[in-house]
């Protein structure tokens, strides 16, 4: 029997999990409401939060799995990308713990791990497959071949689809975080009232800056015209935009798979909790014969779920990491 313990603090979400032979058994996430009042995550601040979840977090993943600690087999934790300072302390955490256990640390790239949390539940894709991965730092289209030989065949060149969403929640006035607000408020509204422009990017990469300005351009003439427009008008604004991200990123999806002839598409990342974009995907699997395949809501956010799933698969190849590794911000895919 195998048993990991996964870590995952690369934001502001404190996390860990326990894995049990490839089965997730417990998954226990400390979210952080004090980043609320300042409209986006504080790295420092979010880093002093880490410090005081990260144990009673771990406390609980293995007091749920009902295991011992000395069961443990390996620790995995998120190495990159993502805020140092987080980052820092699920990295000195997870190197205290194996130290203390004598037992092997595994390093785990955040952005693989969203994709890996396809291999959680059934059913799972067969490699090869496309996943587009998106999130408040990253937006990509991989071609997944194996477990963890992974090409990123599309990217954005400037916001990530994330970016987009917070962005535009910052200037239609949407308290943080404003993603899911959009979200919501997109539910009610119509969302072939505006048009918003599409960005013509060559390939399979993405660009959101240009919708972010057309945004906030159409928001200062409206509410020039009526003060009172956003009030009046947000569940028609939330929905056209999400209209239009959703169709940017899908378009791109749609292009991956003819190009590489693959029909088991995923979503990863934040952002693949978006209603539209998952109600979008799944009409997409009629129309074009795709097998298509979304993570559980759990699943989709910051989760050590994923982090310990990963370093599962890392633990049957043995592929292990020193006491003198330290964490990246930016770290390579």
């Known amino acids: 029997m195998s048993i990991v313990l996964g870590i995952e603090s ?8 326990i894995c049990v032979d490839g089965k997730i058994v417990s998954n226990i996430i400390a979210n952080q409401t004090i ?7 504080v790295p420092e601040l979010a880093s002093r939060v880490h410090q005081q979840n990260i144990v ?4 609980q993943a293995i007091t749920a799995a009902k295991i011992n600690k000395k069961q443990i087999d390996a620790v995995a934790f998120t190495r990159g990308p993502g805020l140092l300072g987080s980052l820092l302390v699920g990295t000195c955490f997870s190197k205290a713990f194996a130290l203390a256990n004598s037992i092997p640390l595994i390093e785990v790239n955040h952005m693989q791990a969203h994709i890996l949390a396809h291999f959680i539940d059934e059913p799972k894709p067969t490699f090869p497959f496309l996943c587009l991965t998106v999130s408040g730092g990253h937006t990509q289209i991989v071609l997944v071949k194996n477990y963890f030989d992974m090409e990123i065949v599309g990217e954005t060149l400037d916001d990530a689809a994330g970016e987009a969403f917070d962005k535009t929640a910052k200037i239609l006035d949407l308290p943080y975080p404003g993603g899911p607000l ?21 390939g399979l990469n993405f660009s959101f800056s240009g919708l972010k300005t057309a945004i906030l351009y ?4 409206h509410v020039k015209e009526n003060p ?21 990123l899908l378009n791109k999806l749609k292009k ?14 934040g952002v693949s909790a978006n209603s539209g ?14 097998n298509v395949f979304i993570p559980k809501f759990e699943y989709c956010t910051d989760n050590a779920a994923m982090i310990a799933i990963a370093g599962y698969y890392k633990f049957l190849e043995k592929d292990f990491v020193g006491q003198d590794v330290s964490p990246l911000a930016r770290m390579p895919f």
Request: one cysteine or more; charged letters at 25%; aromatic letters at 8%.
């Open 10 to 17: 690369s934001c502001d979400e404190t996390s860990a999990s």
């Open 256 to 269: 991956a798979a003819t190009q590489y002839q693959i029909k088991d598409i995923a979503i990863a990342g």
């Open 182 to 202: 959009i979200d919501k408020n997109a539910k009610l509204g119509n969302p072939d009232k505006y048009k918003f422009p599409e960005p013509q990017i060559q």
């Open 35 to 41: 980043h609320e009042q300042y409209g986006g995550v």
């Open 277 to 290: 974009l998952r109600e979008t995907l799944l009409a997409m699997r009629e129309s074009h014969g795709w």
């Open 56 to 59: 009673p977090a771990v406390h």
């Open 228 to 248: 009172n427009f956003l009030q009046e008008n947000i569940n028609d604004v939330c929905a056209s935009v999400q209209s239009r991200i959703v169709s940017i």
């Open 218 to 221: 159409f928001v200062r003439d």
